[in-house]
């Protein structure tokens, strides 16, 4: 058949999306379609899409609205949505929006170029149907050139904390397995590649289906698979956040001193609210942990404010902990209702007002801390990896620590991308290091 169907995907939400937009575009190549980076380009709009927050579902009826244009000047335009907001909204998306011609949630990307072909033919498609198997094993992500891959290594989540979504959208936690995943991170050094991110909602959890290895093993075993290849993870949970799994990141220098280790909030009434399963003196003893072995480890969080009964103790609390724990950095939001989960069923109770008015002390407190933690890194001298010119100012490069800050350097000599280089740390604010290359 002659190749009609040219593709553009835009992508919203984390780095599981991002990452399963790369196993989507595979899935559409495969079938013979191509793929175009823009929608002026494309006769086919995927829109891979998150329901965390209410505001990330708002981002996309909007963006809908812009794209009905493409449909009025009588060229067939198939307009789909993949991802979380498919798989919470189901059908809604496509009897509300009129402009949806497909739905195809988390698990079921193997359905979308039959989908695709459907809608040309005037047949509206759903596929939302979750799955205690599916990871995709098999495809091998079409990636963007480039010195960083991301790896999905597992998916779904079994956690249910009171808020989230994820659950609902993702289904059930299920593994890679280990050879595969380790095979793939081989295969990225021998393509260029020189930094890896195993991704998933709880990388910790994770459990080899063949051989039952958990995270510390599988850490190690892409370590020494690769030992110059820079290895991170993301997200993982508190609860998972072993012994083992410490002295593993501790012992491989090729393991990325940096943890992302969401806290939530630093009330324990809040936290048992929540369904986190841990206290804040637990949480406290994983930081000591960590910062008894490696000392300069980088560490970031995720918080919530204004979550349901929240009071201003139990804010206190969390900016207490904020103080104590001194993160390097914080993803900060307040608090969303979210249908079908259990705190949905609590009263909402901290006006919108008072949520910003507690995200904004929150958000003011950290980027204090963080500036001071990295005047701290003044005169003191990182290996960087070069990624290419700033976004900001083109004459300038921009590269990432060992602990995932991201340094500003003035390109002295011809550096390229994917170069490990000494940078001299000159200067800072709360987001971004600027140093100078030391020969
Ligand atoms: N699996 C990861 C991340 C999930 S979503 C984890 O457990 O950390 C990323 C972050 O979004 C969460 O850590 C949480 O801080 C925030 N979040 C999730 N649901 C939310 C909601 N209903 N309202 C506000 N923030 C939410
Ligand atoms: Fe959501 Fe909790 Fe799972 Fe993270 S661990 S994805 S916050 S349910
Ligand atoms: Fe959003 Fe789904 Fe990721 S809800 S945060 S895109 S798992």
Redesign the pocket.
């Known amino acids: 058949m002659e190749n009609k169907f040219s593709v553009y995907i835009e992508t919203?939400?984390?780095?599981?999306?991002l990452s399963d937009t790369e196993i989507v575009s595979r899935v559409v190549k495969n079938a013979g379609y191509d793929l175009v980076d823009s929608p002026r380009k494309a006769n086919v709009v995927l829109l891979?899409?998150?329901?965390?927050r209410e505001n990330?579902e708002r981002k996309i009826f909007e963006r809908l609205s812009q794209l009905k244009k493409f449909k009025q000047n009588g060229e067939p335009f198939v307009i789909g949505i993949l991802?979380?907001?498919a798989?919470?909204l189901r059908h809604k998306l496509l009897e509300e929006t009129q402009v949806v011609d497909l739905s195809v949630g988390?698990d079921e990307y193997r359905k979308v170029p039959e989908l695709i072909q459907k809608a040309f033919a005037g047949e509206k498609g759903i596929a939302v149907r979750l799955s205690r198997v599916e990871t995709y094993d098999d495809i091998e992500p079409l990636r963007k050139e480039g010195i960083s891959a991301w790896i999905s290594i597992m998916r779904g989540?079994d956690k249910f904390c009171t808020y989230c979504?994820?659950p609902y959208?993702?289904g059930r936690e299920r593994s890679r397995p280990l050879n595969s995943i380790v095979n793939e991170v081989k295969k990225l050094w021998d393509e260029g590649y020189k930094e890896v991110t195993l991704l998933g909602?709880n990388v910790n959890s994770y459990r080899c289906p063949q051989s039952n290895a958990d995270f510390a093993d599988l850490l190690k075993a892409c370590a020494l698979a690769v030992p110059k290849m820079r290895i991170r993870f993301v997200t993982s949970h508190p609860q998972d956040m072993s012994d083992k799994l410490i002295e593993t990141i501790a012992e491989y220098s090729n393991i990325c001193k940096y943890i992302h280790l969401p806290i939530q909030s630093g009330s324990n009434r809040i936290l048992e609210l929540m369904g986190r399963n841990y206290t804040f003196e637990h949480y406290l003893g994983r930081i000591e942990k960590i910062r008894s072995l490696m000392p300069n480890c980088a560490l970031s969080t995720d918080i919530i404010a204004g979550f349901p009964t929240e009071t201003i103790d139990d804010h206190q609390a969390t900016l207490r902990a904020l103080e104590i724990i001194r993160f390097d950095g914080a993803y900060m939001f307040r608090y969303s209702p979210r249908e079908h989960t259990k705190a949905y069923k609590m009263p909402d109770d901290v006006p919108d007002k008072e949520k910003i008015r507690r995200l904004n002390e929150i958000i003011d407190l950290q980027n204090k801390i963080s500036k001071e933690i990295n005047e701290t890194e003044h005169n003191k001298i990182h290996e960087v990896l070069a990624e290419g010119p700033s976004k900001k100012d083109k004459t300038k490069w921009q590269g990432r620590t060992d602990t995932n800050k991201v340094v500003i350097f003035e390109p002295k000599r011809n550096v390229a991308t994917g170069e490990l280089i000494r940078v001299k740390i000159t200067n800072s604010t709360c987001a971004t290091l600027f140093g100078k290359i030391v020969d």
């Open positions: 919203y939400g984390c780095q599981m999306n891979n899409t998150c329901s965390v990330a991802g979380c907001m798989e919470r988390p989540c979504v994820v959208t993702r909602q």
